[in-house]
């Protein structure tokens, strides 16, 4: 089992409609978690981070993280064609410069 | 320059070829990261360096993989006797030391193909 578990899809949802996309980890250690979206033969960019549990709100974007769970989730509000991209949770025991574990990704397509 | 700058955007290499791998880290940072992408799958960790100090490798899958940063800024990432399970996207990302998982900025890499 790898320490990060994310559905890679590919998911496909019509322009407008609340996307939500999953990850579950195994590492109890993991305090830091941060979402990515990644465009075809681009770099990842990073869209949120939270530290610990609770919810973080940045536009039509939201993050959630329930420790307890081992679970964190990204929801995407009124979802447009350009939101269309991969999605990778990744996350970290520390902060500092310790290395990022990732989730293998989710393919988003939003259709207009 | 206003990115991460890595070369080439692409290289096939063929089997039992060795390749170098060039990246170019945004001015200032002190941080610089690669990570090895394979097709379908997320960024797995190969090293870090602060500065020119490599400070973490346990990530290279193997002693065909090094890396090396030794001015402190531009780094390159060679793998010796290429097999095709090196095939992947190869990315790397820096940082400010006082901004690191935050402030990651990531290349847009170079994609490997071994033939």
């Known amino acids: 089992q790898k320490e990060v578990e994310q559905d890679p899809g590919p998911l496909s949802v019509p322009e407008g409609a609340i996307v939500s996309l999953n990850c579950t980890y195994s590492?109890?250690?993991?305090?830091?978690f941060m979402w990515y979206r990644q465009y075809s033969r681009k770099g990842p960019e990073l869209l949120m981070y939270?530290?610990?549990?609770g919810n973080k709100e940045d536009g039509r974007f939201t993050a959630q993280v329930d420790k307890s769970s081992k679970y964190i989730s990204l929801f995407i509000r009124d979802s447009q064609p350009s939101d269309s991209a991969t999605y990778l949770c990744?996350?970290?025991?520390?902060?500092?410069?310790?290395?990022?574990?990732f989730g293998k990704g989710t393919r988003l397509s939003v259709i207009a | 320059g206003a990115g991460v700058s890595q070369s080439p955007r692409y290289k096939v290499a063929k089997r039992g070829q060795d390749v170098a791998l060039r990246c170019d880290p945004i001015?200032?940072?002190?941080?610089l990261f690669w990570y090895q992408q394979a097709l379908g799958q997320g960024p797995e960790f190969l090293t870090y360096?602060?500065?020119?100090?490599?400070?973490?490798k346990s990530g290279l899958p193997s002693d065909r993989f090094f890396a090396e940063r030794p001015e402190g800024s531009v780094s390159t990432l060679k793998i010796q006797r290429t097999q095709q399970e090196d095939s992947a996207v190869y990315l790397c990302?820096?940082?400010?030391?006082?901004?690191?998982?935050?402030?990651?900025?990531f290349g847009s890499g170079t994609r490997l193909t071994v033939v």
């Open positions: 590492n109890s250690a993991f305090q830091y």
């Open positions: 939270t530290y610990s549990s």
């Open positions: 360096f602060q500065n020119e100090a490599q400070l973490d």
């Open positions: 990744a996350m970290s025991a520390g902060s500092g410069n310790t290395p990022l574990v």
């Open positions: 990302a820096s940082s400010l030391e006082d901004r690191t998982l935050w402030g990651y900025t």
């Open positions: 001015s200032g940072h002190v941080s």
